[in-house]
């Protein structure tokens, strides 16, 4: 779709720029995806029970159902370790999440207002809503808060309500 009615949001960015925002883009929307979405919430026995409500949108989960999501969680877990992270221990991924990929995103971000800088662009948008799902995800966890408070003195915080203020999220 972008190759044929353009990348407006994007379009002020230089060369560099789109390569660094590609990079990131992979960085959140997979690397991140995985450790800070997968690895919680079906590798984790607590996690899985916690998400059910919301998977069914509270309907009664019968034993049928129940069967059905656990199928479905062996699909993802495969894919899980298909993509490689899985097969690692599960404190190894966690350590992604917060020792490496939250604080590369908080030190890119630093006190920029935007991820790329003054304006927003379609980076934007992914890192708000990965970051948006940690911070407002009802699973506790083993690195709950991470993203309010650990991260560069919370400018993912301060981020976060920028982009809701400014688009009314």
């Known amino acids: 779709m972008q190759q044929k009615l ?3 949001l994007d379009s002020d960015l230089t060369g560099t720029e789109r ?3 590609l990079a990131f883009d992979r960085l ?3 690397h991140l995806h995985y450790s800070g979405v997968i690895e919680p919430r079906w590798r984790s026995d607590t996690g899985f029970e916690t998400y059910i409500p919301y998977i069914v949108a509270g309907a009664e989960v019968s034993p049928e159902l129940r069967q059905a999501l656990e199928a479905f969680g062996t699909r993802v877990l495969a894919g899980f370790d298909g993509q490689g992270m899985g097969r690692r221990d599960p404190q190894v991924v966690l350590d992604f999440y917060d020792k ?3 604080d590369a995103v908080s030190m890119f971000i630093g006190d920029k207002q935007y991820f790329m800088g003054e304006e927003v662009h379609g980076i934007d948008a992914c890192a708000y809503s990965m970051l948006r799902h940690f911070v407002d995800q009802p699973q ?3 690195w709950p808060g991470y993203v309010e ?4 003195d919370s400018n993912l915080m301060a981020y976060l309500e920028r982009m809701r203020k400014e688009f009314d999220m």
């Open 149 to 152: 408070g650990k991260s560069n």
């Open 100 to 102: 490496v990929d939250i």
């Open 140 to 142: 506790k966890w083993d």
């Open 28 to 30: 959140i929307g997979e």
């Open 19 to 21: 390569a660094i925002a």
């Open 6 to 8: 353009g990348d407006s």
